[in-house]
C-alpha cells in the first residue's frame, strides 16, 4: 500500500512557481527545489515524475492566474484600447499583481531553452495563442467602435502586440530603468493609432 502523501500540492507547485519564476527553469536545481518547497527529491519524482514536470505543472498554475489577471481584461466583453494598455501595464509596473521584475513567465519561458521540450513549448504556445486571439479580438472590437483605423489590421497588430510583451517582459526581467520601459509601452501603444 502506498503511503498517503505528506505535502500539500498545491502548496508545492505555487513555492516552485516563484522559484523557477525568479530563477528560471535552467537556473533552478533539485536541490533548490527541494530548499523551496520542503519536500525531498523522492517525494517531488512520484509527485511531478521529474523536475521538468513540475515545470509544466508550474506552467498550468501561472496560466490560471494569468488568466485573470492579463486574459480576462482582453476576453471581456467590448474590450477595446483601454484593456490592451492595461496588460501593457500589469508587466512593466506590476503593483502587487505580478511579482515585481520578473515579466511574464510565458514570455521569458518562450526565449529560453526549456521551451525546446515539446510539453513546455505547447504550454507556452497554448497560452500565446490565446493572447494573441485576446489582443485580435479587442482590436476588432475597437476598430468596430472608432478607436482604431479602418486600414489597421487587427490580426498584424495582435502578432505584433505579442512580440511586444514579450520583449517587454525581457526588459522588466534586466531591471530596465522604469522611463526606458514607459517609454517602451507607450511607442508600442502609439503603434495603434
Not at 502506498?2 to 513555492?15: G, K, L, S
Amino acid at each position: 500500500m502506498a503511503r498517503p502523501r505528506e505535502f500539500d500540492v498545491d502548496v508545492v507547485t505555487d513555492r516552485a512557481l516563484d522559484l523557477f519564476w525568479r530563477d528560471g527553469y535552467e537556473r533552478t536545481s533539485l536541490a533548490d527545489l527541494e530548499h523551496e518547497t520542503g519536500v525531498d527529491r523522492k517525494g517531488l519524482y512520484n509527485t511531478f515524475g521529474s523536475k521538468r514536470g513540475l515545470f509544466i505543472e508550474v506552467l498550468k498554475r501561472y496560466e490560471q492566474r494569468a488568466i485573470g489577471m492579463i486574459l480576462a481584461p482582453l476576453e471581456s466583453a467590448g474590450a477595446g484600447r483601454p484593456e490592451i494598455a492595461h496588460v501593457f501595464g500589469i508587466i512593466a509596473s506590476p503593483k502587487g499583481q505580478l511579482k515585481e521584475n520578473r515579466g511574464c513567465l510565458f514570455c521569458l519561458t518562450a526565449q529560453s531553452d526549456v521551451a525546446r521540450s515539446p510539453e513546455v513549448a505547447d504550454c507556452v504556445q497554448r497560452y500565446l495563442q490565446r493572447l494573441r486571439r485576446g489582443f485580435a479580438r479587442t482590436l476588432h472590437h475597437a476598430r468596430m467602435a472608432g478607436d482604431l483605423a479602418p486600414h489597421r489590421d487587427p490580426e498584424v497588430l495582435a502578432d505584433f502586440l505579442v512580440g511586444t510583451l514579450m520583449g517587454l517582459s525581457a526588459m522588466v526581467r534586466a531591471r530596465r530603468p522604469k522611463a526606458q520601459i514607459m517609454h517602451y509601452v507607450e511607442t508600442a501603444l502609439s503603434t495603434l493609432d
